[in-house]
């Protein structure tokens, strides 16, 4: 069996995959060797962004499938690193649960630091779009 790999999944993608019955990536939930994680600052921000009642029961039902990290009382980040205040607590989480990868559609804020991996002290992380991880890890 292939190591799992921690993915943790941004505000952005929970709100995309739960956005309609049948989204692309709603494949981070049937991928065999991948457990999503969030915190609930994520869930939070994806919940407060929910267009209807059937969109957060979708979320809902999504976020009963995946792994809640704690959200760090004093998160840490590498120190080249600099974020707006909203994304700071998204980076933070996932260092802190040791994820492999951190899954978000947000190229304007995490965008230089894509496809570079950031050591931590778990090991690495890996800040990469969905589609380009589906994309990669769906022919394995």
Known sequence: MPD?????????VLF????KPYHRFLDFWR???VVPLVSN???????????DAAHLARLEGLLAKTSFVTDPLHPFLPSKITLP??????LAAA?????????TGDKNHFGRWMRAPIPTHLGELTIIVPAEFLDKHLDR
């Open 16 to 19: 995309s995959a739960s956005y």
């Open 4 to 12: 799992l790999l921690r993915v943790f999944l941004d505000a952005n």
């Open 95 to 103: 260092i802190a649960a040791g994820a492999d990868y951190l899954i």
């Open 85 to 90: 205040g909203k994304d700071q607590p998204v």
């Open 41 to 51: 600052y994520v869930a939070d921000e994806a919940r407060s962004n929910c267009a």
């Open 31 to 33: 991928l065999l060797d």
